[in-house]
């Protein structure tokens, strides 16, 4: 290519850019001259759209109708739509034969036309006359707008031989048909087309179809009632959820004299129907987009569900100035609703569980619904939940008969759910509560009694509550199980159903308390029967044994020590029943006075080191410690001078013998320390004993002091229950702990008793 031939071709682009413009022509002369340019430059096709005036001016018109009849003859296609009306039906006929094809389309307005490369448009068209103003471009931009516009406006038209047989025979043509790819100007027309003719208006839209409302069918109302296009008597009915958001809105639309009520029944759908018309707006793009399409029907069978749907939710829905009210007073509305649908129920219950701020109290009706709960992973929310939330209460009560194995069975799935290895249950000890291993805000507790109840709750808060009624109980499958939910988040409801958990809550602690009562009463009247059987044989065989012997007493005194210790045995198991009717009745009376700790705790040491060898104890001694260094910061070994106390001495010593013969009891061999402390910031004394034993069972040590409590095959657990209570009468406290070294290992116990002391 040379030199002059790439310049010539720049050129000729440049000039090819340069002439890519939009105009607007004034006047008949210029219009119908730009008009009839345009179809001489139409090569394949044109695709033009005019309101009702037009086809009289297209007919009349000379270079108008010349020009349609030079584009078919030349092999071009012409497209058309219009209003067909009873007063230009004459001229769409005509127009029929001088186009490839003609179409209706009710309310449009002034005029498009498109041909391979150029776009016009006017706004202004006069009944056979002609233009006198319009838009011209051959902008590509402006083509593919112009164009994309009127196929939108042509897959929504009617065929031109339809409207004409409908009109010429008085027929009413029946249509459902989706008008896709709405605009503004076709969702305009549509509203317009069926409420202005209406007598009878019904609305349906859902919160996200209010927002939609809010640019086209509210704008339209609005307008319409003010300028009265829309006569007063109408009956306009709108149907919504009343929110934060549209309150305002609705407040406007009620001033009008528009009737509203409030559901939140409306699904994900917008319709309205008059008593001709439907039209239902589908697939939202986003949240102020309009619809991408709307559903259009006047046939019957539509516009009697859709009445009568609508019909049944008007029945149901609330009163708006209460709504607007409660919305304006910023409070939350009360409500009770229904909910038949179980996923939705699954979905509601984790999301109530999710968002619980302080407390939620549940009540299963049956051990399958606890299994159906773990099943669905709730049991595993429960966990994560109460573990982020520490400072939330989480109760839930199993309301039937529970035996054993289900019980082994709930303490193995909570064991698996905290990924621990489920060692085998004794099936005597009962266990009354589980709970997630280090999360301590969540309890779950058997009720152990038939109610014989078909209904769980859930109430979160004290401020919802979800009622959930099992249909078949035997089912495992959650789904299946559930039957009709009642919701409501009512604040008096949701109290009043947890008054009514608290009372059934108690009502199990109750039920515990009197199980584990019975229970140790029983092992303790068989730890009696055997205390009593072995010091009564002994009595009666070697008193026995001494009424039929003669001779030297002297010889006899291995059988009188033994009665002598089986005496002593029987009349310590007496006192200690008499001191528990008398702890229990509140008969102790203490007969105080003030005495040396030290010296007394002296005497004690001495006089149990001298029995041990009576109880084949020789490889163990106790050792009292007066002084040594302490490496406690709030505590330290007493100095002389420092021991004396005002208390009860007979009791003291009971206490402290009690705690001895626990510590021999379960201390073979080594020693047995007794030291006494005071502590820094209060004016007490603490006496210790600490022994190189097996240390306490970690079930046993919470409840050590509570009655007939033990774990020895000797004693009757009561020694420990009455030592607190003495200790607790002289106003200090008693406890025990177990000891280890520096690598865990457990290396006994310690028992600690607090007294007052009297400097």
């Not at 087309?193 to 609305?203: E, V």
């Not at 009247?525 to 044989?537: D, F």
Request: hydrophobic fraction near 40%; charged fraction near 25%; glycine fraction near 4%.
């Amino acid at each position: 290519m040379t030199s002059g031939e790439h310049d010539k071709k720049a050129l000729s682009h440049q000039r090819l850019h340069l002439h890519k413009n939009t105009q607007i022509l004034y006047g008949a002369e210029n219009a119908v001259g730009k008009g009839v340019e345009f179809m001489k430059n139409t090569r394949t096709k044109m695709d033009i759209t005019f309101d009702d005036r037009a086809p009289s001016i297209v007919i009349k018109i000379p270079q108008y109708y010349n020009g349609y009849r030079d584009i078919l003859s030349r092999g071009g296609k012409i497209r058309c739509i219009t209003i067909i009306t009873r007063d230009n039906l004459e001229y769409c006929e005509e127009l029929i034969k001088i186009v490839s094809e003609l179409r209706h389309l009710d309310s449009l307005k002034g005029g498009i036309a498109v041909n391979d490369s150029e776009y016009m448009a006017t706004t202004v068209l006069k009944e056979a006359q002609p233009l006198t103003e319009v838009i011209h471009s051959n902008v590509d931009e402006v083509v593919e707008q112009g164009q994309f516009v009127f196929d939108t406006l042509w897959k929504n038209a009617i065929p031109a031989q339809r409207r004409i047989r409908e009109i010429k025979e008085g027929i009413k043509l029946y249509e459902t048909k989706l008008i896709e790819g709405s605009t503004d100007m076709v969702i305009e027309n549509v509203i317009s087309k069926i409420l202005t003719p209406a007598s009878d208006i019904s609305i349906c839209t859902s919160i996200e179809g209010f927002k939609y409302s809010k640019n086209y069918l509210t704008k339209f109302l609005t307008s319409s009632l003010q300028r009265k296009n829309i006569v007063p008597h109408k009956k306009i009915r709108i149907l919504a959820e009343i929110n934060r958001d549209n309150f305002e809105l609705i407040k406007k639309l009620l001033k009008l004299g528009i009737e509203i009520k409030h559901s939140k029944e409306i699904l994900s759908i917008n319709y309205m129907i008059t008593d001709c018309d439907l039209a239902v707006a589908i697939k939202r793009t986003g949240m102020d987009d309009p619809t991408d399409s709307i559903l259009y029907s006047n046939d019957p069978s539509y516009l009697n569900h859709f009445s009568k749907v609508f019909t049944e939710l008007w029945k149901n829905g609330k009163d708006p100035d209460r709504i607007i009210k409660s919305l304006e007073n910023e409070t939350e509305l009360s409500f009770i609703e229904t909910i038949e649908d179980p996923d939705e129920l699954v979905n509601l219950m984790r999301t109530l569980i999710s968002c619980a701020e302080t407390e939620i109290l549940g009540i299963l009706p049956s051990f399958n619904s606890f299994l159906r709960q773990v099943d669905i992973g709730m049991i595993e929310l429960i966990k994560t939940i109460a573990s982020n939330k520490p400072d939330l209460n989480i109760r839930i009560l199993i309301a039937e008969e529970i035996d054993d194995r289900i019980r082994k069975q709930i303490k193995m799935i909570f064991d698996q759910v905290c990924d621990q290895i489920s060692e085998s249950a004794n099936l005597n000890d009962i266990q009354l509560e589980y709970q997630f291993n280090g999360i301590e805000n969540f309890r779950l507790k058997l009720l152990d009694s038939r109610l014989l109840t078909e209904i769980g709750f859930l109430i979160v808060d004290k401020k919802k509550s979800l009622l959930i009624e099992s249909r078949n109980i035997s089912s495992m499958d959650l789904i299946q199980s559930i039957g009709l939910s009642s919701y409501s988040n009512s604040i008096r409801i949701s109290k009043s159903y947890a008054s009514i958990f608290e009372a059934l809550w108690n009502q199990a602690e109750l039920y515990d308390k009197l199980k584990l009562q019975d229970r140790l009463q029983k092992e303790f009247i068989n730890i009696a029967a055997h205390e009593l059987r072995n010091p009564i044989q002994s009595l009666l065989g070697f008193s026995d044994i001494l009424m039929n012997m003669k001779g030297n007493i002297e010889a006899c005194n291995k059988f009188i020590i033994t009665i002598n210790q089986s005496t002593k045995r029987l009349a310590r198991l007496v006192d200690k029943v008499l001191n528990v009717t008398q702890l229990e009745n509140e008969l102790l009376i203490l007969n105080k006075e003030t005495f040396n700790l030290e010296q007394l705790i002296i005497d004690i040491v001495k006089e149990y080191n001298n029995n041990l060898h009576f109880l084949n104890k020789d490889q163990l001694e106790i050792e009292y410690m007066p002084q040594k260094d302490c490496d406690d910061k709030k505590t330290t070994f007493c100095k002389s001078g420092l021991f004396t106390v005002y208390a009860d001495k007979v009791r003291i010593i009971q206490v402290i013998m009690n705690m001895l013969e626990n510590a021999v009891e379960f201390t073979k061999v080594g020693k047995i320390h007794v030291n006494i402390l005071n502590t820094l910031d209060s004016n007490e004394l603490l006496l210790s004993i600490s022994d190189s034993g097996c240390g306490i069972d970690s079930d046993v040590l919470p409840k050590l002091f509570s009655k007939f409590v033990s774990t020895s095959k000797k004693g009757t657990g009561l020694g420990l229950y009455i030592s607190r209570k003495i200790i607790e009468a002289h106003g200090g406290k008693i406890w025990a702990e177990n000891c280890f070294d520096a690598n865990n290992k457990m290396t006994g116990s310690k028992f600690t008793f607090s007294l007052p002391s009297r400097k």
